[in-house]
Every structure is written in structure tokens, then in C-alpha cells.
């Protein structure tokens, strides 16, 4: 071939664009109003990092607490005005540029995590539990957190009076992420939010003060589960791309209830193999009800739960479940409504599984924090049998259920901070024995919560459960209400047995003390509390707003 025939196929092919009238890339279109609720939150979050560059260390505190609590009741005030324009309902749309949806199941769930951040950021704030360290308050985190457990520079900085203060813009992070993950409307946007918000969880759960080498056994079973469940999801987005040739949700729908017409001729081969969206839709929810805790995904949850300090814990018990369970529900109801013979028996198979062997395997716990973890498995069973149920009321019975347990799971952890010896907090279940007759209103308060987990009447747990299962008998799936029904009563044994340990039994003379916590801790109980008799009494009103905001944007 001649240099001459060359040059001139090298001219051609860069001109054809020109002649085709496409030569200039398009502006990207970014809805900022809508996504404000995201933006601000991880706006302070990057603002947390200078504050930790350049504020002096003894004013951290202050100026990270401030900035996290402002920017989360930010974040929900812009939400509450989304959801007042209609953008819930009748304007409810795709933004940026396809990446996001603005509709009622993301806006919901994005006020419940921004809720529940808030009232979990005050359980981190909280420093008035442990006795005072070389005159300095101290609180549930390392005093720094890259030196070796037991290590002289570690003694230094207790001595000194540090505190991780980073802990405020790592949990910031984590809730922006949380945030988009159940409003990412292509898979792309989809894994990434999974990673920002998984990224800091693995960091906050090993910065516990107290049991230092627990914690950080935690994060590391946490961190490598969480990295084989990020793999099998990417690659189950690499099939569902090549399935559909796109990572759009709503393309891939489109392809999968064969209404799409313009295919492009490279990808002609392997569209629509059935093979590779079988595999790609189960990769893909694997990792979804890995970030669950669905039985047999559930491995990491009992030790991550026991030792990540025990306002992580309750933070992430509440809020990764709540946006994990709104990306579930839009990868089933808006790209896989078509594949719903298919997808819908594993489901009953995955629900069945997890309600009873949370419930049965919570029976032999002994420590508080682990029969916490996990009825929270129990209840990810609970959930999806409102997933299965495939209908509107579905959808809305599970909206409601996560805003209701949320609540419920932070005040219970938060209890569980405040029962302490001299080791720490006392997790042991045989610690808590007489708790009733030592601090009455403690122990009562932890029995609000433990009968709302049971499901008993008047609580939330009782309106949650009832509005899940009756959409799941609505929806054709009565064996699994059935089961569901014999999984509480099994689980209400240990949450009895809970109650009746400690107001029936004799108080140890070497019994923990109870800690009496600022404003801060008594503030995420209360709302726990008021929350947990509110839902229980008046139900209604909260289900209808549920219901009204239970329509995809598709």
C-alpha cells in the first residue's frame, strides 16, 4: 500500500464525523437542584477533610459535629422540598443524564438514611460514657487510629488526649453513597455509590477504643467479604452489558420484554443471550443481598456487628440495610419485571432461608450485639417477602418496614452503648441480668424496642410486618406468610427471654453500671422511642405517605 493511499484513508476517516454532523460532544446536563440532597452531603464531607487539614486538633470536635449535623438536616430539608414539588409523584424523572432517578421510592428512602444518619451521628458524638482519660473526655473511638493496638505511640495519644474526629466525614461519605445507591438508574452509577459508601463503613468499623484487635478483625472480615461481593456484582454488570449493551436500566428492560428495535450490528451476537442475563441478574444480586445480610450472604454480619464500635454498628445496621433494599427493589421492579417468573422463586428460596435461620440461630447467642445481628437477618427475610410480592403495596409495605426498623436499630444500639463495666460496654448477655431493678427506665426503654423486633402490637415492628405480609398474601406468596408468621414466633422467644433476664432475674453484685449519656445519646433513644409508639399507634398516615411514594420512575 502506497503513503499516499494511506494519508488519504486517514483523512477520510477523521473527516467522516464532520460529515456527519456530529464533531461536537455535548455539554453534560446535571440537574443540581435534584441531586441537592447528595451534593450537600458530600460537599461536607470534603469540607470534614480541610477541617481536619487546618482546624487545630482540641477544636476538631466541635466544628465536625456541627458541620455533619447541619449538612444532614440540610440534605432532609432539600428532600422534604423535592418531595413538596411533586418531584415524588407527578414530576418525578431521570436525571443527570440518565444516571439518577428523582422519583418516590428514592426520595423516601433518601429522607429515612438522612434521618437515621442523623440521629446515629449524635451516638458518635457521644462522650460522656467512658470515665475520663488523663482529664480528657473520651469517646467510642480510637484515640488514633493507624497506631498499633497496645503500642507506646498509641499510649502517647491517649495520654495526649486525641480523638478521631475523622470518623464525622467518613460517616458523611458513607451516606452520600447510600444516598444515590437506591436512585442509581444505570449499573454504572449503581456500583459506584455501592463502593463510596462501602469504602468508609470498612474504615469506621475498625476504630473501636475499646477492644481494639476485635474491631480490626471485624473491618478486615467486612472489608474482604465486601471486595468478593463487589466483584461478583461488577461482573455481573460486565454480562448484563453485553447482554443488553447498555447499562441503562431502562434499555436493559427493554431488552429484556423484547420491545427494543434499533440494535447496534456489534452487539447483534450476544443480545438477548438468555445466558448471559441469567448469570449477570444473579451475580448482580448477589451482591445486593450480600449489603443485606440475606442468609447465605449473612456470614459477616454477626462478627462485623460485634466488633465495630457499637455506633457504627448501629448506623450501619440502620442504613446500609435501607439503601440496600431500595436498589434491590428497583433492580427487580424496573429492569427485571420481565424476568419475574425467573428471579421470583430463588427470592422465596433466599426469604424463606434467611427468616428462619436468623431467627433460629439469634436463639443461641450470648452476646447482645451478635442476637441483634442476628435477628437483623431475620428481619432482611421479613423484607423480602414484601420484595416478592411484586405489586404496588409491595413496595410501599417494604418502604414503610425500613423507615420503621431503622429507627428501632439505631435506639437499640444506642442502648447498648450505655450498659458498661469495667471493660467497656458489657455485651454478655449474663451482664445484663437484673438490669430492670438496677436502672428500670433503661431497661424498659430496651424492652420498647426488643417487643417492636418481635412484632408485638401497638409498636412499629407490628405495623412493618402486618403491611409486609399482607402484601405478600396479596401477591400470591402465602407459604411464605406462613413462614414468616412461625420465624417471629420463634424470634420472640429470644427477645422475651431478653426481657425476662433482666427484670426477673437477681442483680449481680459485680453487675455493670449504667452510664448516664449527654443530650446527644438521650436525643437518638427518644426519637427511637417516640418513633417506634408512633408507628405502633397511628400507623396510617405514614403508610399512605409510603404508598403515595412506592410509583418507579421508569
Not at 286 to 295: D, E, I, S, T
Request: hydrophobic share 55%; proline share 5%.
Amino acid at each position: 500500500m502506497s503513503a499516499s493511499s494511506v494519508h488519504s484513508l486517514w483523512t477520510t476517516t477523521a473527516t467522516a464525523p464532520l460529515q456527519e454532523g456530529i464533531s461536537k460532544i455535548d455539554a453534560p446536563k446535571i440537574e443540581y437542584a435534584q441531586l441537592s440532597p447528595t451534593l450537600i452531603v458530600i460537599g461536607a464531607a470534603v469540607l470534614g477533610i480541610v477541617v481536619e487539614a487546618f482546624v487545630p486538633r482540641r477544636s476538631r470536635y466541635y466544628v465536625q459535629v456541627f458541620l455533619a449535623v447541619v449538612a444532614l438536616a440540610a440534605a432532609f430539608a432539600a428532600v422534604v422540598g423535592l418531595a413538596a414539588g411533586g418531584y415524588g409523584t407527578t414530576k418525578a424523572h431521570i436525571a443527570a443524564m440518565g444516571a439518577i432517578a428523582v422519583d418516590g421510592p428514592a426520595l423516601f428512602l433518601q429522607g429515612v438514611i438522612l434521618l437515621s444518619g442523623l440521629v446515629a451521628i449524635f451516638t458518635f458524638a457521644e462522650r460522656r460514657l467512658d470515665p475520663e482519660a488523663h482529664g480528657n473526655r473520651v469517646d467510642s473511638f480510637a484515640a488514633q487510629a493507624a497506631s498499633v493496638p497496645g503500642s507506646d505511640s498509641e499510649k502517647a495519644a491517649i495520654k495526649a488526649g486525641f480523638t478521631t474526629t475523622e470518623v464525622f466525614p467518613l460517616a458523611l461519605f458513607a451516606i452520600g453513597g447510600m444516598l444515590v445507591f437506591p436512585a442509581a438508574n444505570d449499573l454504572l452509577t449503581l456500583f459506584i455509590a455501592l463502593e463510596v459508601f462501602s469504602l468508609p463503613l470498612y474504615l469506621l468499623c475498625a476504630v473501636a477504643r475499646r477492644k481494639r484487635l476485635m474491631s480490626q478483625e471485624a473491618a478486615v472480615k467486612y472489608f474482604l467479604l465486601g471486595a468478593f461481593a463487589s466483584a461478583f456484582t461488577l461482573f455481573g454488570i460486565a454480562l448484563l452489558y453485553g447482554y443488553a449493551g447498555s447499562v441503562s436500566y431502562a434499555t436493559i428492560a427493554s431488552v429484556v420484554d423484547g420491545s427494543i428495535q434499533n440494535v447496534d450490528p456489534a452487539l447483534a451476537d450476544t443480545m438477548g443471550n438468555d445466558a448471559l442475563l441469567l448469570i449477570g441478574m444473579a451475580l448482580v444480586g448477589m451482591g445486593l443481598l450480600f449489603k443485606v445480610g440475606a442468609v447465605p450472604f449473612h456470614m459477616w454480619t454477626p462478627d462485623v456487628y460485634q466488633g465495630a464500635p457499637t455506633p457504627v454498628t448501629g448506623f450501619m445496621a440502620a442504613a446500609t440495610k435501607v439503601a440496600a433494599f431500595g436498589a434491590l427493589l428497583r433492580l427487580l421492579y424496573v429492569v427485571l419485571p420481565g424476568m419475574r417468573w425467573d428471579w421470583r422463586p430463588v427470592m422465596w428460596a433466599v426469604a424463606i432461608v434467611t427468616m428462619l435461620g436468623g431467627a433460629i440461630v439469634a436463639i443461641t447467642q450470648t452476646d447482645i450485639k451478635r442476637l441483634l445481628a442476628y435477628s437483623s437477618i431475620a428481619h432482611a427475610g421479613f423484607i423480602l417477602a414484601g420484595v416478592i410480592a411484586t405489586t404496588p403495596e409491595g413496595v410501599s409495605s417494604v418502604l414503610f418496614y425500613l423507615g420503621a426498623y431503622s429507627f428501632v436499630t439505631i435506639g437499640a444500639f444506642a442502648v447498648v452503648t450505655l450498659v458498661r463495666d469495667a471493660g467497656g460496654e458489657a455485651t454478655h448477655l449474663s451482664k445484663w441480668a437484673g438490669l430492670g431493678r438496677r436502672s428500670p427506665l433503661v431497661a424498659a426503654v430496651f424492652a420498647v424496642f426488643l417487643l417492636a423486633f418481635a412484632g408485638i402490637p401497638l409498636t412499629s415492628g407490628f405495623a412493618g410486618k402486618f403491611a409486609v405480609f399482607k402484601a405478600a398474601a396479596e401477591g400470591g406468596a402465602g407459604v411464605l406468610v406462613v413462614v414468616g408468621v412461625v420465624s417471629s414466633a420463634i424470634a420472640a422467644f429470644f427477645y422475651i427471654r431478653v426481657i425476662v433476664l433482666m427484670f426477673f432475674s437477681e442483680p449481680k453484685t459485680d453487675g455493670p453500671t449504667v452510664a448516664v449519656p449527654s443530650p446527644l445519646t438521650m436525643t437518638t433513644i427518644g426519637v427511637g422511642v417516640a418513633v417506634t409508639i408512633v408507628l405502633g399507634l397511628a400507623p396510617q398516615y405514614f403508610l399512605d405517605l409510603a404508598g403515595q411514594a412506592g410509583v418507579f420512575v421508569r
